[in-house]
């Protein structure tokens, strides 16, 4: 099985900035290969919503409420995904998740999640 892990999240000031990761793993000995990824974010009673995405040659598409704010990128050789968060409005506190369509030696092609990482943006 994949695992997604998420990490970055916490409690910052309105205008600052936060940097999100998302790192792809594995059983020792099996491969995998990443294909698409993405962030998404949920808040309380609401449906999750895509935040960006990026393909395996980085071409990227983001959501217009972060666009200009948000950066999505991904280091193909470290499995590991990014989002940098600048301009941090009250509005974008929620969880976030990565997203990933990933081929795996065992399973074939699936969409795996992470577990999600707690963004707040309050004073």
């Known amino acids: 099985q994949v695992q997604l892990v998420e990490s970055g999240g916490g409690l910052v000031q309105p205008g600052g900035s936060l940097r999100l990761s998302c790192a792809a793993s594995a059983a020792s000995g099996s491969r995998f290969i990443i294909h698409s990824m993405g962030w998404y974010r949920q808040t309380p009673g609401k449906q999750r919503e895509l935040v960006a995405t990026?393909?395996?040659?980085?071409?990227?598409n983001y959501a217009d409420s972060v666009k200009g704010r948000f950066t999505i990128s991904r280091d193909n050789a470290k499995n590991t995904m990014y989002l940098q968060m600048d301009g941090l409005k009250p509005e974008d506190t929620a969880v976030y998740y990565c997203?990933?369509?990933?081929?795996?030696?065992?399973?074939?092609?699936?969409?795996?999640w992470g577990q999600g990482t707690q963004v707040t943006v309050s004073t």
């Open positions: 997203n990933a369509n990933i081929w795996y030696s065992a399973s074939g092609n699936s969409d795996y």
């Open positions: 990026i393909t395996s040659t980085r071409s990227t």
